[in-house]
């Protein structure tokens, strides 16, 4: 039984502590033969009557077999573990509800709602030029929505992913920023990416400004994009002082910043340079 702290049963030959007269009316009451075993049990009308109930279902089982719920028989006479389906035979069938059927549309849909795996995510990327250092990252980071959604506004994906996984961790470390802004500091300057209110050239810098708790409004101030029309005046002004071309581009990112395209501005002095 359960909850007990001593053994489960104490056997003795003799009776002692029970009469003959009480043994002897117990007997004829159960119309028991010499050769019956009686088993007797004392406490509480409550357990008395459960221990009863648990006996007599033991000894049903005794002579039925081993229950089905666990063991199957084979015929060599051994025996296997068997889980059958719910019914009659189960240990607990209150707890069983009957199985259904998934039908092939449900089982497409559910398969239509999972995650795409990081290994094809991974392979994904580094196909549409991503560095494979970088798709490794993006392909487990909370970032690789943004970096999708900044491929899809027209950026190159190789430098989109370059800015996520290197400039952005570099611009945290130096602010001391938290990890957990990363995804909101991206998407933010992200957002001014797309609309060309920000070039890659200044990502470092901006990510420092949004680290720090400054709004886009605040980092197009500090960081104004350079037009054409300062850019060539600025480089009128270096062209002067500069012993080469290199050395002209130095000046002039040393006093308009870095929020360009370098690939356009280089066009455009080259041009005005050597027309």
């Known amino acids: 039984m359960a909850c007990l702290s001593g053994p489960y049963y104490i056997h003795w030959d003799d009776r002692r502590d029970i009469p003959d007269e009480v043994w002897n009316r117990m007997r004829m009451s159960l119309k028991a033969c010499d050769d019956d075993v009686l088993v007797v049990l004392s406490g509480n009308k409550q357990d008395t009557k459960t221990a009863c109930e648990e006996i007599a279902q033991r000894l049903e089982s005794a002579y039925l077999g081993v229950l089905r719920e666990t063991r199957q028989v084979h015929p060599d006479g051994t025996t296997g573990f068997e889980r059958v389906l719910p019914g009659p035979d189960r240990m607990y069938p209150d707890t069983d509800s009957p199985p259904l059927a998934l039908s092939v549309e449900r089982i497409e849909a559910v398969g239509r709602q999972r995650n795409e795996a990081p290994a094809m995510i991974e392979e994904r990327l580094v196909n549409c030029g991503v560095l494979n250092r970088h798709a490794r990252v993006l392909a487990l980071s909370p970032l690789l929505t943004i970096f999708e959604k900044g491929v899809k506004g027209g950026m190159e994906p190789r430098i989109a992913a370059q800015m996520l996984v290197e400039r952005l961790v570099a611009a945290r470390r130096k602010t001391g920023g938290a990890r957990e802004d990363d995804v909101h500091v991206a998407d933010m300057l992200f957002d001014m990416l797309i609309q060309n209110e920000l070039y890659s050239n200044a990502f470092a810098d901006a ?69």
């Open 207 to 275: 990510a420092v400004l949004a680290y720090s708790g400054k709004s886009p409004e605040d980092i197009k101030k500090e960081i104004p994009a350079i037009d054409e029309e300062t850019a060539l005046k600025e480089w009128n002004d270096v062209v002067p002082q500069s012993v080469s071309f290199n050395h002209a581009m130095g000046l002039l990112v040393k006093n308009l910043g870095s929020n360009f395209v370098p690939e356009a501005l280089f066009a455009l002095l080259a041009k005005a340079t050597y027309k």
